[in-house]
């Protein structure tokens, strides 16, 4: 059973890392502030999921795990929100899209 718990937490744990690298990698590679916005939102917030869920695994039923959760909970509210905090300001100040309709 314990190497099931360890193969699902490393699993989990590549995946959320992967994610967050995407999402660096987004955050260098779009051309605009909002689809930047987007790249960030989208895969940290899986990404921290991921990850704290496999610490989840990793901790088993202990205090650990139910402050991980606590943490996850948080970053589920807290990311979605930042992110359109963010654009809701860049509209606000008049920041506009991109417009260019086909790559260069």
């Known amino acids: 059973m314990s190497t099931l718990v360890d193969f699902a937490s490393g699993a989990l744990l590549l995946v959320g890392s992967i994610f967050i690298l995407i999402g660096g990698v987004g955050l260098l590679r779009m051309p605009d502030f909002y689809t930047r916005i987007h790249a960030a939102g989208i895969t940290d917030t899986l990404g921290a ?56």
């Not at 943490?71 to 509209?91: D, G, M, Q």
Request: charged share 15%; proline share 5%; glycine share 4%.
């Open 49 to 104: 999921t991921a990850i704290l869920l496999g610490l989840a695994l990793q901790a088993g039923w202990d205090l650990m795990s139910v402050k991980l959760v606590i943490i996850l909970l948080f970053v589920l509210l807290t990311s979605p929100t930042a992110s359109h905090s963010l654009a809701k300001a860049a509209l606000d100040v008049d920041l506009l899209p991109l417009k260019r309709t086909k790559p260069e």
